[in-house]
């Protein structure tokens, strides 16, 4: 037992063990970053940025030829949804009218009526984690921009993740891809159906195998079905709501039979990120 | 003076990993398959191969720190399994006179080894729950396939350099 714990180098792999698992147990799930790490990682996304941006167009490049066969499709597909568009906007404009002099009339609080402004800013990726199982996404807003924790971050086709560690001039986001229900590192999302806002769920994990989003916890008398489109509902205070997330692929009832599960196919893409927006609620004091 | 080069080259490929390679790879095989570029580690092994295991150890730790103090979800991940990695190839299969095709055999083996290693890292501390037969077949082969390309392709570059120290210095590090 002696001679086993005198072989200096077993004895040096212990300690570097020892130590390593405190550290990662210690770091996990920090949401601040001291200063030395902060500073390195503006350094080195700024450098990634100078090379992300040109790798993009030239990839780009070649995307743009293989999609132009598709383009023609695609075109008369947005002239219909421009006219639908143009009609849904004069009505919104109605609405939105009515809906201001209603508040107004019901003496609605400077506060109350901001609670559903949010704010898009956009965003430039640059650059994304080789790490397989956690493909953290770095943009360039950060602290100096008035980004914190928690945010949500869209793309321009549904959510996308949320923002977990903020640096002074970057920002590194978790994707949906990356979200387990068995961590503390993820925030569940309280989500709804489009159209049948009485509807609740909530998503908190992403299966890779199929490539889809676990919606649990669906009443059984919940008028959820197949091809929904499934939106942020904003009861989880995170999340703001009417964010697109996906469309409802399955409906089976869930792990102990008292509620039912759903597999929702996302509407953003993952992969190949070049812009972002970040979605910034009004203060909630 | 060597050392300066090295740390240069392996925090280009670093930098490069991050921005350019997620263009590079299709986008399948960052979603069907999730195809990991470990290029910093196919460097670090080949440096404990061939020059010297302690200077792998290091470069591991450190360039390992440096992946989780910029996109990590946690500190120190990296760094040992990188470490770890770089050390035990180094200590089990240092062999200046390798021929190219049990090299390539050690870098994808010390690949292998590296993601099993982040594999079970993530497991212990719950970060993730995908079963490990889907991984090995979806995540890990596909990634070791990568780098021992990368490793073929910087073969003849790295032996060229490391002979070179070798003669002109007949090995001061051991």
Do not use: C
């Not at chain 1, 080789?130 to 924790?149: M, Q, S, W």
């Not at chain 1, 964010?243 to 409802?248: A, F, P, Q, R, T």
């Not at chain 2, 991050?18 to 095989?29: H, I, M, N, T």
Request: charged share 20%; hydrophobic share 45%.
């Amino acid at each position: 037992m002696f001679k086993f714990l005198g072989n200096k180098r077993l004895f040096i792999l212990m300690i570097g063990l020892i130590f390593f698992i405190a550290l990662m147990g210690l770091t996990l799930g920090r949401a601040k970053m001291i200063w030395p790490e902060k500073a390195l990682k503006d350094t080195i996304s700024w450098t990634q940025g100078l090379f992300y941006k040109p790798a993009r167009y030239i990839a780009g490049l070649f995307e743009d030829v293989r999609e132009l066969r598709t383009v023609y499709q695609e075109n008369r597909v947005l002239r219909q949804t421009l006219s639908q568009y143009a009609r849904d906007t004069a009505l919104l404009n109605q609405l939105e009218s009515e809906n201001k002099r209603l508040k107004e009339e019901l003496a609605f609080t400077e506060r109350q009526k901001e609670a559903n402004h949010y704010r898009y800013r956009i965003a430039q990726v640059v650059s994304l984690s080789p790490d397989p199982y956690n493909r953290t996404v770095t943009i360039n807003l950060g602290a100096k921009d008035g980004i914190r924790e928690n945010m949500a971050v869209v793309s321009t086709s549904g959510l996308l993740g949320r923002t977990v560690q903020v640096s002074d001039f970057y920002t590194n986001v978790q994707l949906l891809s990356d979200i387990n229900d068995a961590t503390n590192e993820s925030k569940a999302i309280a989500v709804t159906v489009q159209g049948k806002e009485d509807s609740f769920g909530i998503i908190e994990k992403f299966d890779p195998e199929t490539g889809m989003l676990v919606m649990t916890k669906i009443p059984q008398t919940d008028p959820i079905a197949e091809g929904d489109t499934v939106v942020t509902s904003g009861l989880g205070q995170v999340f703001p709501a009417g964010i697109e997330v996906g469309k409802v692929v399955s409906k089976e009832v869930g792990e102990f039979g008292i509620t039912y599960k759903a597999m929702i196919k996302p509407f953003s893409s993952f992969e190949h990120l070049k812009e972002v927006f970040v979605v910034e609620m009004p203060e909630l004091r | 003076m060597r050392r300066t080069w090295i740390t240069l080259i392996l925090l280009a490929l670093f930098i490069l990993e991050g921005s350019v390679l997620p263009w590079l790879l299709p986008a399948v095989w960052q979603s069907r398959v999730l195809v990991a570029p470990d290029f910093v580690l196919v460097v670090i092994l080949y440096l404990a191969m061939y020059i010297n295991r302690h200077l792998a150890l290091v470069y591991g730790l450190s360039f390992g720190m440096l992946h989780d103090m910029v996109y990590g979800p946690m500190l120190g991940s990296y760094s040992f399994s990188m470490g770890l990695t770089a050390y035990l190839i180094g200590l089990a299969f240092r062999r200046p006179h390798l021929q190219i095709v049990s090299s390539l055999f050690l870098a994808a083996l010390g690949d292998f080894l590296f993601q099993m290693v982040h594999y079970g890292v993530y497991r212990l501390f719950n970060l993730l729950q995908t079963p490990f037969e889907w991984v090995l077949t979806h995540a890990i082969l596909p990634s070791v396939l990568l780098n021992a390309l990368f490793a073929l392709l910087i073969y003849v570059p790295f032996r060229k350099l490391a002979d070179r120290r070798a003669v002109a210095a007949e090995d001061p590090d051991e």
